[in-house]
């Protein structure tokens, strides 16, 4: 089964997206140890929608849904430069705090926690789909 | 919703969930602490990179100063964040 809700695109919809997926965790009995990586890589990539692509007004889409044992999270932005997040250098984080920079850490988070992110980009539509086997 | 501010014994307290829409927030309390500081994350739910880059910061200017940020009460899956970013090696960290 799959929920599916549109999102303004700004910093103040976290709230309204964490209480979706609440929703849809307890509406698929989605075991809490999995909760806090779905949500971080939900808001990281949300988030750089949002960063990155502030002149538009468009709405941002997100989707989850659980098929068999894997938990499949899908962001459409349907007006987005290109930018493919698979394709990102991971930062530095053997670094002393000295030579540490502030950033990039989200999407190399993403990719710790989730098992495969797909990019598609079409038109000026970006689609992300993040898929996490669950334990 | 994040809540932070000082516990009676100085320490600095962080409750709720540390996400992008706070940050602007905890980076203006974390801009005035100065010296060495305790940060208690006992009732810290959730941080994204929004947060981790917060405290990134603050601990940059305190360690270039003398001082720093000491992370106690660090729940598992926070934990579990901070080594993946290799916090554990530019903060002391006491864990749950």
């Known amino acids: 089964m799959s929920m599916e809700k549109a999102f303004e695109r700004s910093f103040d919809s976290l709230e309204g997206i964490f209480a979706f997926t609440g929703e849809f965790f307890a509406r698929e009995s989605i075991d809490p140890g999995e909760h806090h990586a779905v949500e971080l890589a939900v808001e990281e990539l949300f988030t750089n929608m949002v960063k990155y692509n502030a002149g538009s007004s468009a709405a941002i889409v997100l989707r989850m849904e659980r098929c068999n044992g894997d938990l499949r999270i899908v962001l459409t932005d349907p007006d987005a430069d290109h930018f493919d997040p698979t394709a990102i250098e991971a930062p530095r984080v053997d670094r002393p705090v000295e030579e540490r920079e502030p950033g990039r850490l989200g999407l190399f988070l993403v990719r710790k926690l989730m098992d495969r992110i797909e990019y598609e980009y079409d038109g000026r539509r970006s689609r992300i789909t993040l898929t996490k086997t669950l334990g | ?96």
């Open chain 2, 1 to 96: 919703m994040l809540e932070i501010g000082y516990g009676e014994g100085g320490e600095i307290r962080l409750a709720g969930r540390f996400d992008a829409s706070q940050a602007e927030g905890a980076r203006r309390f974390l801009d005035g602490v100065e010296g060495t500081r305790t940060v208690d994350l006992k009732d810290l739910s959730y941080i994204s990179s929004a947060g981790l880059g917060v405290l990134l910061a603050a601990q940059k200017r305190l360690v270039e100063a003398g001082g720093g940020l000491r992370l106690v009460n660090v729940s598992s899956h926070i934990h579990d964040i901070l080594r993946y970013t290799g916090f554990h090696q530019i903060f002391e960290i006491e864990t749950l």
